[in-house]
Antibody, heavy 117, light 105 residues
Framework: EVQLLESGGGLVQPGGSLRLSCAAS????????MSWVRQVPGKGPEWVSS????????YYADPVKGRFTISRDNSKNTVYLQMNSLRVEDTAVYYC??????????WGQGTLVTVSS | SHGLTQPPSVSVSPGQTASITCSGD??????ASWYQQRPGQSPVVVIY???QRPSGIPERFSGSKSGNTATLTISGTQTLDEADYYC????????FGGGTKLTVL
């Protein structure tokens, strides 16, 4: 069974940084585009960023453009999200997900990011 | 305009058919996907490319689209289908609807 395991969430002050990781297993990671999607509890999901299978193309939602960076290491089957200049409104559960067939195909269990002073 | 519009809630009796709509400007020319999210769990895709069902998703889940409105239909609804459902498409970025809480009672 395809598995995605996020880590790196936690409490950070406004203006701070965090790096999220998502380790993939039980599928050929290197052929899949990957994405990060976040969700404030009680609200709908919000797409954050996506990355092509090679890592050569990246895409960002406007609220995070210039502050977040998505990357991947296909040798480690891992995708990352570097989050800088964090704001209170970035507080959410962050999920990584595979992108296939025009949909977010498989989701991880999520990691909570709390931005608060 | 941006965004996808869903009804906040839908109620259905067990065994009946539930329909959840999603409207948005780009749905007329972009694929719709649908996700089920049970409390405390991650979203699961139940429909992709408007009407395709992933392996492992029961046949009672189906999707359709007409113009700028996509519809998720659950036939013979079961109590375990009670969850939040979100539609998703492309509109200057990947966007999700606000979600519909399906109550089965």
């Amino acid at each position: 069974e395809v598995q995605l395991l996020e880590s790196g969430g936690g409490l950070v002050q406004p203006g701070g940084s965090l790096r999220l990781s998502c380790a993939a297993s039980r599928f050929t990671f290197s052929v899949y585009a990957m994405s990060w999607v976040r969700q404030v509890p009680g609200k709908g999901p919000e797409w954050v960023s996506s990355l092509s299978s090679s890592g050569g193309s990246t895409y960002y939602a406007d609220p995070v453009k210039g502050r977040f960076t998505i990357s991947r290491d296909n040798s480690k089957n891992t995708v990352y999200l570097q989050m800088n200049s964090l704001r209170v409104e970035d507080t959410a559960v962050y999920y990584c997900a595979t992108w296939a067939n025009d949909a977010f195909d498989v989701w991880g269990q999520g990691t909570l990011v709390t931005v608060s002073s | 305009s941006h965004g996808l519009t869903q009804p906040p809630s839908v109620s259905v009796s067990p065994g009946q058919t539930a329909s959840i709509t999603c409207s948005g400007d780009t749905l007329g020319h972009k694929y719709a996907s649908w996700y089920q999210q049970r409390p405390g769990q991650s979203p699961v895709v139940v429909i992709y490319q408007d009407n395709q069902r992933p392996s492992g998703i029961p046949e009672r889940f189906s999707g359709s689209k007409s113009g700028n409105t996509a519809t998720l239909t659950i036939s013979g609804t079961q109590t375990l289908d009670e969850a939040d459902y979100y539609c998703q498409t492309w509109d200057s970025g990947w966007v999700f609807g606000g979600g519909t809480k399906l109550t089965v009672l």
